[in-house]
């Protein structure tokens, strides 16, 4: 897989994308794309283009939720209400589910499901599991934990698609400063969104920005040129 990050220096760049992809800097390399240095009318600027071998970013990512949050069986009388709760809904639906505690984190848990039929579960473009999420921070809400928010994956969806949208993030960008026209992405879900923003917040020639009215909305993508 290829990434690319943009910095006031090499340093810079680099430090971003171990902050963004979670990997040690040993982990990826490094090709210098572009280099610009300060000038009356431009910002200087570094771009490189990290090289990772596929499937590490998940790899580094379940390994270091599993070192941290081993224990899969739910504690307290609020995390046994969720399992069951999940598990009786799904099951309801027709399917059989196996749920565990994925990770527990300061106001945030993660619940993993196990399935036969995950693909159904996740539904198109994981929209599936989007609903069930929504259903069970609801559920948290009424048992008087609204401040807890639940996080639902199954196979490992939701590392699987923010790599696929920090990918696309990237390419349209790309896209955008080539043609100079704007882009209108699919519609995402917040948190796809926001990955959006966050990703390309810090190129200095593009802007983003969501439109549209509801849970999904689309991101636009549009180059802004150098000061």
């Not at 599993?66 to 399917?95: R, S």
């Not at 639902?152 to 990237?170: C, K, P, Q």
């Not at 879900?189 to 990955?195: A, C, S, T, Y």
Request: proline share 2%.
């Amino acid at each position: 897989m290829v990434y690319e990050y943009e910095g006031k220096t090499e340093k810079d760049a680099i430090e971003k994308a171990v902050n963004e992809l979670g990997l040690e800097r040993d982990q990826f390399d490094v090709e210098i794309l572009e280099t610009q240095k300060n000038s009356l009318f431009k910002k200087g600027f570094v771009k490189i283009r990290v090289h990772i071998e596929d499937g590490k970013i998940a790899e580094n990512k379940v390994s270091t939720i599993n070192k941290k949050f081993a224990n899969p069986v739910p504690q307290g009388e609020f995390e046994e209400k969720l399992i069951v709760f999940i598990k009786e809904v799904i099951e309801k639906m027709g399917y059989d589910v196996k749920v565990d505690v994925m990770f527990r984190e300061e106001k945030k848990i993660g619940i993993k499901l196990e399935s036969s039929k995950s693909s159904i579960l996740i539904g198109r473009k994981g929209k599936n599991l989007d609903a069930l999420q929504l259903l069970m921070n609801v559920y948290a809400g009424k048992l008087g934990h609204e401040d807890i928010r639940v996080v639902l994956d199954t196979e490992n969806y939701r590392i699987r698609r923010e790599e696929t949208i920090v990918r696309l993030a990237y390419t349209t960008a790309d896209k955008v400063r080539s043609s100079k026209n704007s882009i209108l992405l699919e519609p995402m879900n917040p948190f796809e969104r926001r990955l959006i923003h966050t990703t390309l917040n810090d190129i200095p020639d593009i802007e983003t920005k969501s439109e549209g009215d509801g849970l999904y909305k689309q991101v636009r993508v549009f180059y802004k040129g150098l000061c």
